[in-house]
């Protein structure tokens, strides 16, 4: 016969044991959760740290896509292609690369090396251009890179060149609300991007007319850009320039000259061709000088 004691016994137990594993379990759960905004998918919490090596590979399948091919391997000189050209001809990054693009493969090391070639890509061309055929009406073939930069996005969510990369190209294709939505969830998973939210600004500005807001995430652009250290600033010049013009135009052609003129000082100080945003200053104050009333003549 069960003693009447069993029960309470049994339930107090339950509650011991479910209580360590609770407490057990919930550091891991926590740490899950902490990772969540790197991405969502599983492979990331499964691959962890080498999900950023496939990320890149993802990126530079993306841009042998995008040459149709025509692309250096392993085994070529790859000084040309150093900086993706997916990443360089949106014109937000610095380029890397040197060296001959066209003959990254070098000359036949034997004949069969010279016979193979026969049957691989060997033209440097550009898919939005037309791809190896020249018909531009075949551009519309470089919406198949997004899925290798989506899925490169996926698995190293905090590299901010595949979001700026992807919307570039999206807006290329006529989609800015893709293109929006990406920087977005760009920004989420880095609120510190200055790079995203220069970007983000361009979008407002150009395809949605949107002066007020493309002027507010621009000047929080140059906020995060001004809190790094001078290290980082001097490595990252060309984003800061860009802003500040951008906001100096957007000044300008609101009428708020003063202000544009400020944001072309700011610029002039990390530009390499300072002489011509001192022309654009130089045009501005004249514009101010010439809103200035004449005084009134006195009255004798």
């Known amino acids: 016969m069960n003693s009447p004691r069993t029960l309470p016994l049994l339930l107090v137990a339950l509650f011991v044991f479910s209580f360590g594993l609770a407490a057990n379990l919930q550091p891991r759960f926590q740490a899950i959760e902490d990772r969540r905004h790197e991405s969502n998918n599983l492979f990331i919490l499964l691959l962890g740290d080498s999900s950023r090596m496939f990320a890149n590979s993802a990126f530079i399948e993306a841009d042998a896509y995008y040459h149709s091919g025509y692309y250096p391997t392993i085994f070529d000189n790859n000084q040309a292609f ?94 800015p609300g893709e293109a929006r939505r990406v ?32 002027r507010n995430v621009w000047e929080l652009a140059a906020k995060k850009w001004e809190a790094l250290n001078e290290q980082q600033k001097s490595e990252d010049q060309l984003i800061f320039e860009q802003i500040t013009t951008h906001l100096g135009r957007l ?50």
Do not use: C
Request: proline content about 6%; overall charge negative.
């Open 82 to 175: 150093r900086t993706p050209h997916l990443a360089e001809d949106t014109g937000a990054v610095t380029s890397h690369n040197t060296g001959n693009e066209l003959g990254f493969m070098g000359p036949p090391r034997d004949w069969l090396d010279a016979f193979t070639r026969h049957f691989i890509p060997n033209r440097h061309t550009h898919l939005d251009e037309g791809g190896p055929t020249d018909d531009l009406s075949k551009s519309s073939e470089v919406e198949e890179i997004l899925p290798w930069l989506k899925l490169s996005a996926e698995l190293d969510p905090d590299n901010i060149r595949t979001y700026t990369v992807t919307a570039y190209w999206l807006e290329r294709m006529k989609k």
């Open 251 to 300: 000044e300008e052609d609101a009428g708020n000259y003063a202000k544009a003129i400020d944001w072309f000082q700011k610029a002039k100080t990390v530009s390499k061709t300072p002489a011509d945003i001192q022309t654009n200053i130089d045009e501005l104050k004249k514009k101010i000088a010439a809103q200035v009333p004449l005084a009134p003549e006195k009255l004798y």
């Open 183 to 214: 920087l977005l969830q760009g920004w989420r998973n880095n609120p510190d991007s200055y790079d995203i939210l220069f970007a983000l600004g361009r979008l407002y500005y150009e395809k949605d007319h949107d002066i007020t807001r493309a």
